[in-house]
Structures are given as C-alpha cells and as structure tokens.
C-alpha cells in the first residue's frame, strides 16, 4: 500500500529509517497484527556504503524474521577466506561455515518488499521534518502529521531521532569511520576468497570482498584514530595492487563500538546503527540491525498488551540484554587486537593458533558469543603476555594452541 492510497493518519507503530533494522521491524510488527507506516528519506533500491557481507548469523536472522530462504539470485555464497596483517597472509581457510556477499541495492530492497507485501504502508522517499515527542506525532517535510502509539527510529548512524532524544546521533569520541570503493574491470574476481587485512586502518582493519558484478573494497577504524582515513585507504589499495587514484572513495560513519545505553525513551525506540549495534571487532551491523528491529517491534507489542505496565523501552532493553553484553565485552576485548604493543603478538597468535581462527568464524557464523570468548581470552592471556615478551627479547615463542 502507497500513503497516497492510504487514508490512515495515525499507525500502531511508524517507523523511521527501511534499511534492515526498519523493515525488519514492520514486519514483525505486521505479522503481530499491528499497523505499520515505514517512511524512508530516500526511494527504494537504494545504495548504501556497506561491505554487504553477510554472516551465517546474518542469514539466521533473515530466515528467522522474514520467514524465507536467502535468495540465490541475490546472495552469493563463500567458503573461502584469507586473513592478512602488514602485507603478509597470515593464514587461508577454505573450508568455512558459508558466508555471504551480497549489495545494499539488493538487500534492503528485498526485504522492504517483505514488510510492504506484508502490509506495510509505504513512505518511501518521504523525508520526516521534526517528531514531536508530546503529540506522538511525525511531522513530514510536505506538512503532513502521522500519529504514533510507538515509534521506531531505524535511521542509521547520523539518526534524526537519536538527535531528538539526546541531541547528537552519535559520540565523537567513539564512532568509527570508513571508507569504501566499489572496483570492476580488471579486478573483478568472483571467485576469490573474502580477504580481511588486520589493522589496515587503526583500531580497524581492511577488506575485499569479491563479488559477481563488483569487488567492494574498503577500510574502517575508530575515526578519532584515524585522522586521514584517506592516506589508509591508499596504502591498503596499493598493498592490493590497486591503483590507489583509480576511483573517488566514500566514507560513511558507522557505530563500531559506541553502544547505546538507552536505546531509546518511553514510547520511542532506536535500532540498528541508530542504536550502535555494530561489533567493535567484526565490524558486522546487519545482523543486529535486523534483530534489534525484531526485537524493537516484539517489545512494542507486548507493550501495548492490556495489563502491561511499563514503558516500552524498558521491555526493548531487557531484550537487547545479550547483543548489549555481547558487544560491551567485545569492546573490552579489542584493545587486545588493536593496541600497537600487542599487534605482533596477535600476529603470531593468529598466524598459529588454529582455536583462535576457528573461533573468529564461529563469531561470524552467530554459533559463538563474546562472553565465550572472553573466558578463553582469559586462559590464553599468560600465553599472549609471554608471546609479548619473548618477541620484545628477540626470542622465539612457544607455538600456541
Ligand atoms: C563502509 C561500511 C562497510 C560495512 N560493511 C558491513 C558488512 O560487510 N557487513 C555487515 O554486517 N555490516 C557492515 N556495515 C555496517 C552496516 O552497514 C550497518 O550496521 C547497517 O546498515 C545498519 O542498518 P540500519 O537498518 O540500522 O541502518 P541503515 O542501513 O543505515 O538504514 C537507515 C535508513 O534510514 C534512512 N534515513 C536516515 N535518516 C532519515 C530521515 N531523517 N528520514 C527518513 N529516513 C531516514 C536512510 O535513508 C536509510 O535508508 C558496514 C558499514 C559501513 C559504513
């Protein structure tokens, strides 16, 4: 249904932002019997900057929210994968759970026809002007006012409605920066191997993501450490053979590590990158773009059950308790990764330990948990320290298990 067909002012839920986290909201919401109007700035296929890798967690949620198999068409499958630091390949798996890569073009397409063919009033290409929190009421760039009993601020990392509640989107400090190009001619190789580079950026890392009509490449870091992305981006290019002049870069800010405490206020919730769901680590957002959506429309319905007390948000956060723990401990875990003073000896570790590879793909394929991780970090840590040691003395050390 269009909002011009529409003659409805006023929605069970209403939500801002048709990436993943939005559309998956309205159709969990739709399939609960409630009435949703998703309002999008920009009209739909649209392009967003994303590496578009997508995890086997990425696919358990998508299957599990939108009730459907990934479209071949659009998701192509790798069981290949190399990881690199300072130009030298510290190991090559071909023989991982699958992930995916896919374009944004295509994702969020796909699944905003899902919550449209699920019933979903269609504001795509509507901009919002302002929220007025007293009336639950959205005022649109053209005037119109769409009313609200919950709504959902699915906006992305620059999010309107984060400004709203808290008057800034994001914390300076702690948002990550990346940038990204899309390569084709020469350097499409679809069946490559998904390439990750270790600290390609500062406190980040680089990729190459081969897919069948382009080859995404990009880097990304916390951005107060990385002050010139650029000068990054085009070393990493030419550690890649890459012509680093080939094509203007786009960079887009994205919450990798900058959780939100609150997401949300009363009867307004955030989520996705809205919210900060991003993994300090992995840099991957999508899959928790779309559980927090779920999760942010489950919470809106229970919320307006008969005999709920509470406000919204406190039902949504209790939801988000795991991806909260989850990504606050991986914060704790990332300067283990990122600081200078441990990059050999991660290095070496990685390079060795077939655990530690092993694990990074789990995390990848949603079937282990940071606070997993953690407790093995924290057995591992004597071994790392001794690593550390033994490498600043010029010695040898001990192969890791
Ligand atoms: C360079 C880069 C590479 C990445 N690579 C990966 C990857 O490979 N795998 C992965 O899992 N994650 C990756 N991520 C993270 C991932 O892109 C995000 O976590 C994910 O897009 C979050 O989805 P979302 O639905 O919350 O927000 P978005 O996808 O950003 O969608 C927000 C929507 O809100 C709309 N909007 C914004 N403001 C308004 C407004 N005022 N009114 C109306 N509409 C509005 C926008 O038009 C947009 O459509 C990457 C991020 C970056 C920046």
Redesign the pocket.
Known sequence: MTADTATQKSFDIVI???????SSAAYTALKKGLSVAI????SFP?D??????F?GR?KQYYTEIFERDLDPEFFGPKTEIEFWMNGQKLSAMDDVPPLYVTMRWDL?HICLKHAIEAGAVDMTGQ??AAIDENESAVEMRDGRRIGYKILIG???????VARTLYGRAFDHERIGF?L?VELDGNHLCPDDPVRIDFAAAKWGYGWWFPKSKTTTV?V?GIHAANPNMKTAMAGYLKTLGVDPDIKKYKG?F?PFGDVRKWPGRGNILL????AGL?DPIT?????F?MQSGRFAAEAAFEAMQPGISGEPVHIYRRKLREIHRSLNIARIIRPILSRPSGEKAFEYMFTHSVTLKRQYMELLGGELEYPTILKRVVRKMPQYVMVMLRQKMGKTPPAPA
């Open positions: 801002i932002g048709a990436g993943p986290a939005g309002i999008d700035k920009q649209r967003k900057l994303c590496g578009a890798l995890s990425s969020d901009a919002v699915a906006d992305g990392v620059n999010s309107m990346a990204e990009g990304g887009h994205l989520a996705g990158d809205a991003v840099g991957e957002g999508i899959a773009a």
